[in-house]
């Protein structure tokens, strides 16, 4: 029933004529308010009805229902951000429910009290909840498909918070057993789920705190590998803020790994994320990145004193694979393409200038990369790039070389329209076709 259909439910009752009946209605309007209040008054209304159901249904008379009412209540404590009444909300809940709820319903209470002993700061506290959470999900043998599939979303659930607070303890040990519950989670989300970006971006997080501990390079790899698989999940479309924070873990591991290209490497993510952060409503972590980069660029400064952040993504472009270098012409061209024209113009004029700096063999590897990138692009993007590359070839000492290089590569990736659509524009530019 519609949340609509709930309230006039509830407007036919009179609580003399029906207490428990009206309760219970009452109790599932403050449920299906609840989940969509978009504010703190909303919530205390729903608190409201809560409290009167659980005078109703009291403990004595029905404690599963009044369980149920302080899970409810418990809920919306949490998001009014009121931890400890939660908390203490939820302990509450899980007694009541114990033995007389389904497993189901009961391990999802006790994920509730896990996490909000968790937010309450008592990380060591929420580990037994979650772990019975967890076992109770464990017994019993084969269950109905909609069943199997709340089981899986409960553990993995539990298993992310029971990391969390782990981690949260940060010893060696609490760090080893949350890697292991985040590993253990990542096998319970689906492959497109924003819980599977958060999960793989916990589990970096954890390699690379143990990693300050123990100084295992492995431990690092395999942090690099759990952020850049966060990334393909938490998109910058569908979650900016979060690949935002990801893309900035992800260069704090480069920047602990320090192999060649790696400070690189760290200096475009910090920039992506900085691209991403509104000092305004994100200023904590807009410093922590600002800082971060002004980091790595000063240890970058100590072999190459003079050079500029795209000198270096030019020259990151040249010294990585070719899977690598068409990923980060991807990224730095589609972050270009949603900057104001004069900013992507500017930039594309630089790293044009950058190109024609490099050896003809290099020159060509970066087009066979770009070319292709820009015609998924915005025709603006297409037509600045083009007209970006050829000042730059007239202004280098070996125009021809670029132009043949340049017509090279478009003769080879390119067909039909597309061909012809590029040297219309790199003509109309001045470009002569070699």
């Not at 302080?70 to 033995?99: I, M, P, S, W, Y």
């Not at 509730?112 to 968790?118: E, F, P, V, Y």
């Not at 270098?325 to 950058?354: C, G, H, I």
Request: hydrophobic share 45%; proline share 4%; net charge negative.
């Amino acid at each position: 029933m519609s949340v609509a259909e709930l309230e006039a439910e509830l407007g036919r009752l009179q609580i003399r004529d029906d207490p428990d009946r009206w309760a219970v209605t009452a109790y599932r309007v403050a449920m299906a308010r609840s989940e969509l209040a978009t504010g703190p008054d909303e919530l205390r209304a729903c608190l409201v009805l809560l409290d009167k159901a659980g005078r109703i249904l009291t403990a004595a008379r029905a404690p599963l229902e009044h369980g149920r009412i302080l899970t409810a209540a418990g809920n919306c404590h949490r998001q009014l951000g009121e931890r400890k009444q939660a908390a203490t909300t939820f302990d509450e809940a899980v007694v009541h429910l114990d033995g007389r709820a389904s497993a189901t319903e009961q391990a999802a209470t006790l994920v509730n009290q896990g996490l909000a002993r968790t937010e309450l700061g008592d990380a060591a506290g929420a580990i037994e909840p979650l772990t019975r959470a967890i076992e109770l999900m464990s017994i019993g043998g084969e269950s109905p498909t909609g069943d199997r599939a709340e089981r899986r979303r409960i553990v993995g659930a539990a298993l992310l918070n029971r990391a969390q607070a782990h981690h949260t303890m940060a010893t060696e040990k609490s760090l080893g057993d949350a890697i292991v519950d985040y590993q253990a989670a990542i096998e319970t989300f689906d492959s497109d789920g924003p819980q599977l970006g958060m999960t793989l971006h916990g589990l970096g997080s954890a390699l690379l705190e143990l990693n300050r501990r123990q100084r295992r390079e492995e431990l690092v790899d395999q942090a690099i590998a759990a952020f850049q698989d966060s990334l393909l999940v938490l998109t910058a479309n569908s979650f900016p803020f979060q690949n935002a924070i990801a893309q900035h873990s992800l260069a704090v591991a480069y920047e602990a790994r320090a192999q060649p290209n790696d400070l690189a490497r760290a200096v475009g993510r910090l920039e992506a994320a900085l691209s991403t952060f509104d000092p305004r409503l994100h200023k904590a972590q807009w410093q922590v990145a600002a800082t971060s980069l002004a980091r790595v660029e000063q240890a970058l400064a100590e072999g190459q004193p003079h050079q500029s952040r795209l000198g270096h993504f030019v020259g990151l472009l040249i010294s990585v694979d070719e899977s690598e270098r068409n990923a980060l012409v991807r990224e730095r061209m589609l972050r270009l393409s949603q900057q104001p024209p004069v900013k992507s113009e500017s930039d594309l004029a630089t790293v044009a200038e950058l190109l024609t700096q490099l050896e003809p063999h290099d020159y060509s590897l970066v087009l066979r990369s770009l070319i292709p990138t820009l015609m998924e692009l915005p025709d603006a993007m297409l037509e600045a790039a083009c007209a970006a590359l050829c000042r730059a070839h007239q202004m280098s000492r070996s125009q021809s070389t670029y132009d043949a290089a340049l017509d090279d590569v478009v003769h080879d990736l390119l067909f039909g329209p597309q061909r012809v659509r590029v040297r219309d524009i790199l003509e109309a530019n001045g470009w002569i076709r070699p």
